[in-house]
């Protein structure tokens, strides 16, 4: 059974940093791009980042480009969000993501979600 636990969330002040951690388990992950979502309530869920393993390659939304990184640690299957700068606007449920090839799929196609982590960012 896949699991990705996600840890690292809470309550910072403008300008502050947090990281991010998802753990997956269950299941080879070679092949599979990992990222985070974030929502807020009232709207939908929006893609920040995402991290291949086969490639190493990652993509950023626009709002996450220049403030957040996203890297991976083979050996523990884990992935990071190194969230710096943050702002108000960033406050939301973070959640982790795991699929095949691409998480640029609709929301309904991505195999693995995460419970979901709470970031909130006082001004």
């Known amino acids: 059974q896949v699991q990705l636990v996600e840890s690292g969330g809470g309550l910072v002040q403008a300008g502050g940093s947090l990281r991010l951690s998802c753990a997956a388990s269950?299941?080879?992950?070679?092949?599979?791009?990992m990222g985070w979502f974030r929502q807020v309530p009232g709207k939908e869920r929006e893609f920040v980042a995402a991290?291949?393993?086969?490639?190493?390659?990652?993509t950023y939304a626009d709002s996450a480009k220049g403030r957040f990184t996203i890297t991976g640690d083979n050996a523990k299957n884990t992935v990071f969000l190194q969230m710096n700068t943050l702002k108000p606007e960033d406050t939301a449920v973070y959640y982790c993501?795991?699929?095949?090839?691409?998480?640029?799929?609709?929301?309904?196609?991505?195999?693995?979600w995460g419970q979901g982590t709470q970031v909130t960012v006082s001004s």
């Open positions: 269950g299941r080879t992950f070679s092949s599979y791009v």
């Open positions: 991290f291949s393993w086969s490639l190493g390659r990652t």
């Open positions: 993501a795991a699929n095949p090839l691409s998480l640029l799929v609709p929301e309904s196609s991505i195999q693995h």
